[in-house]
Structures are given as structure tokens and as C-alpha cells.
């Protein structure tokens, strides 16, 4: 199932900064590029950040990406209580024939 | 912007074959460019790629799944679909369509998804 590594749950206060690790390989993380997916439970996950850092048109800068070797990282700032929801990073793998995988998801909440 | 949704049985017998169907809208099945994608998420809550399907028929598996996987799409009705063959209580799981792109690079990913539809593999 899932590959790529990410802490179960972060948390937060309105108005702090919240960073979420993803962990993986170099068949993945370490020679492609990482995505992000925003998860609000009963709705269709969102893609939030792709190739490692670019923003798709319409979401906040507050969120933003970064990449280095084999683990990734999604930082919100000024986070919001809309932001609670679940965060997923992926990546293409290389391994075998080649297959897109997923991280183990982090709840994020806004206390 | 494009929006996809699943419809199929939400209950399927063991040893039985799981049909799912994905209905585009805002978006073509034909139009080049796009990979239309089936992925699944367990009880768990991990996510897992199945695979997907270009407008032209060709398709790419998930290799633990591709021995028991096909995909088709309908241009008429600008569907796509999924078929899981011998399904088992492992195979109980949400189940979404979604968007994919490959970009001048040749790097995969996903951008748009449907709300998603829970299967229940139960006698």
C-alpha cells in the first residue's frame, strides 16, 4: 500500500506554522517529483502543490512545498480552521514497472 | 473545471467482479494529454494507485493489481470504467476516478479526482 512515509497527525493554533514531512526512496522522492493532496473527509481530495513547490491557481501562497533527496515537506502558515483536513504527498516510483504512490496520510488539526 | 463521479454496485460478492463507472463532465475522455485514473483508499485510510487508461485505449496497471484489472472508455458517453476481477475482503475500499496528465517531461501525476465510492466485498 502506501510508500511514502508522513506522520500520523499534526496540530496547530490558528495563526502558527504547521510543517508536514513526507518520507520515501530514490525510486521515488529521490528521482521525481512530489505532489500534495488536501483531503476533507466525503469530498474529493484537491491537489494542493505540485512539482515539489508550485501552487495550482487558487491556492493560498500559506501553503508551500519543498523537496530535498528522499523526503519532502508541506509547511502551512497562518494555518486556519479550514486548513484541518488530511494531507497526502506522492510521487512516481521507478521500482518494477513503474506505478504512482501515495504517503500514509497526516491528520492535520486545528486546535 | 472538470468534475468526475463514480456510480456501480456498492456491494459485490467474493470471487465476483467489481464494476465501476467514472461519467466526466467539464472535460473530454478524447481529448489527448489526459490519463484517466482509477485509485482506491482502504478502511486505513492508504491510498493505493490502480492504474489508468488513454483516450487512444492504451493502459498502465498497478503490477499487483494487473493480473485481475481492466479499464475501458466509452467516447459516446464520455465514461471510463474499471473492472477488479475475484474480489476478496481486501478489495473493500473507497474507490475514485480521477484526472491524470503527463507533462513535456514525462512526469505522471494527478489533478482532479471524483468524491469517491465505498465498496463493500461481502457475502
Same mark, same amino acid.
Given at each position: 500500500?502506501?510508500?511514502?512515509?508522513?506522520?500520523?497527525?499534526?496540530?496547530?493554533?490558528?495563526?502558527?506554522?504547521?510543517?508536514?514531512?513526507?518520507? &520515501?526512496?530514490?525510486?521515488?522522492?529521490?528521482?521525481?517529483?512530489?505532489?500534495?493532496? *488536501?483531503?476533507?473527509?466525503?469530498?474529493?481530495?484537491?491537489?494542493?502543490? =505540485?512539482?515539489?513547490?508550485?501552487?495550482?491557481? +487558487?491556492?493560498?501562497?500559506?501553503?508551500?512545498?519543498?523537496?530535498?533527496?528522499?523526503?519532502?515537506?508541506?509547511?502551512?502558515?497562518? /494555518?486556519?480552521?479550514?486548513?484541518?483536513?488530511?494531507?497526502?504527498?506522492?510521487?512516481?516510483?521507478?521500482?518494477?514497472?513503474?506505478?504512482?504512490?501515495?504517503?500514509?496520510?497526516?491528520?492535520?488539526?486545528? /486546535? | @473545471?472538470? @468534475?468526475?463521479?463514480?456510480?456501480?454496485?456498492?456491494?459485490? #460478492?467474493?470471487? *465476483?467482479?467489481?464494476? /465501476?463507472?467514472?461519467?466526466?463532465? $467539464?472535460?473530454?475522455?478524447?481529448? &489527448?494529454?489526459?490519463?484517466?485514473?482509477?485509485?482506491? @483508499?482502504?478502511? &486505513?485510510? +492508504?491510498?493505493?494507485?490502480?492504474?489508468?487508461? =488513454?483516450?487512444? &485505449?492504451?493502459?498502465?496497471?498497478?503490477?499487483?493489481? #494487473?493480473?485481475?484489472?481492466?479499464t475501458s472508455v466509452d467516447r459516446s458517453k464520455n465514461q471510463f470504467s474499471l473492472r477488479l476481477r475475484s474480489v476478496t475482503?481486501?478489495?473493500?475500499?473507497?474507490?475514485?476516478?480521477?484526472? +491524470?496528465?503527463?507533462? %513535456?517531461?514525462?512526469?505522471? %501525476?494527478?489533478?482532479?479526482? $471524483?468524491?469517491?465510492?465505498?465498496?463493500?466485498?461481502?457475502?
Amino acid at each position: 500500500q502506501s510508500v511514502l512515509t508522513q506522520p500520523p497527525s499534526a496540530s496547530g493554533t490558528p495563526g502558527q506554522r504547521v510543517t508536514i514531512s513526507c518520507s &520515501g526512496s530514490r525510486s521515488n522522492i529521490g528521482s521525481n517529483y512530489v505532489y500534495w493532496y *488536501q483531503h476533507l473527509p466525503g469530498t474529493a481530495p484537491k491537489l494542493l502543490m =505540485y512539482k515539489n513547490n508550485y501552487r495550482p491557481s +487558487g491556492v493560498p501562497d500559506r501553503f508551500s512545498g519543498s523537496k530535498s533527496g528522499t523526503s519532502a515537506s508541506l509547511a502551512i502558515s497562518g /494555518l486556519r480552521s479550514e486548513d484541518e483536513a488530511d494531507y497526502y504527498c506522492a510521487a512516481w516510483d521507478d521500482s518494477l514497472s513503474g506505478l504512482y504512490v501515495f504517503g500514509t496520510g497526516t491528520k492535520v488539526t486545528v /486546535l | @473545471q472538470v @468534475q468526475l463521479q463514480e456510480s456501480g454496485p456498492r456491494l459485490v #460478492k467474493p470471487s *465476483q467482479t467489481l464494476f /465501476l463507472t467514472c461519467t466526466v463532465s $467539464g472535460g473530454s475522455v478524447n481529448s &489527448g494529454g489526459h490519463y484517466w485514473t482509477w485509485i482506491r @483508499q482502504f478502511p &486505513g485510510k +492508504g491510498l493505493e494507485w490502480i492504474g489508468y487508461i =488513454y483516450y487512444s &485505449g492504451s493502459t498502465f496497471y498497478n503490477p499487483s493489481l #494487473k493480473s485481475r484489472v481492466t479499464t475501458s472508455v466509452d467516447r459516446s458517453k464520455n465514461q471510463f470504467s474499471l473492472r477488479l476481477r475475484s474480489v476478496t475482503a481486501s478489495d473493500t475500499a473507497v474507490y475514485y476516478c480521477a484526472r +491524470g496528465l503527463i507533462d %513535456s517531461s514525462g512526469y505522471y %501525476s494527478v489533478d482532479y479526482w $471524483g468524491q469517491g465510492t465505498l465498496v463493500t466485498v461481502s457475502s
